[in-house]
């Protein structure tokens, strides 16, 4: 298992102070990474999750900010620089509210929103960070993207055409880096019930639990070890990659 383990890499997750970027955190810290707990505006929930990994004797902190502007991702990325050096590994997680709407009642600013979450923060982040790896000759950028570009979910345009731009994006910037040692890669997770979650109708869950071929939920950790996956040496030699986890609903 030693292709797998991170000792010596800098990760940072955004978006990891709760649900599934919580879960991804936890789990590079335990594969050896120091990791980057990335919260928008809930230091507390950033701070516990930084307080459990040490505990465990991962090595953590906190970065504060918003991962959708160039600023804030300067400053951030130099926190995380004068502490630990170059990040190795950027996982982009972080994600806003998704409205489920008919075409009719989108407003273009709902697009934004999506756009601004899937296109617009993974290429700010890897503009900020690339010349790191660049010199050093090693990276890994993943992207969560979802499995509804996948399914073409319907009353779902906006986030389904922003993370649709996020996998071509991963996909043209995979060929770009690989010559680098840089690998770039997506998962695409099904619907996995985290906190955000918890006020969903109960009978949706049951129709969607109806259609996973495996016959159960998938949980957070079965994501965070695709991730772990795609930021180990063990796939050195895969990019441009979308992994879908969500128990066989791949394909339709």
Known sequence: MDGFRLDGKVAWVTGSSRGLGRVIAEELAAAGARVAVNCFSR??????????????????MVVAGDAMDAGEIDRMAGEIEATW??????????TPDQPM?????????DYEAMLDAFVKSPFLLAQRLLPSMLERGRGRLVNITSEVYHGSVPQFSAYVAAKGGQIGWSRSMAVELAPHGITVNTVA?????????????????????????????GRPEDVAGAVRYFASDAAAFVTGQTLCVNGGRTPW
């Open 189 to 217: 997770p099904g619907w996995i019930p985290v906190e955000r979650h918890a006020n969903d109708p109960q009978e949706a869950k049951d129709a969607y639990l109806e259609t996973i071929p495996a016959g159960r939920w």
């Open 43 to 60: 230091r507390d929930a950033a701070e516990a999750v930084v307080a459990g990994i040490q505990e465990k004797r991962g090595e953590a």
């Open 85 to 94: 050096g170059g990040v190795d590994i950027l996982v982009v997680n972080a």
């Open 101 to 109: 709407k008919e075409i009719a009642d989108y407003r273009w600013k």
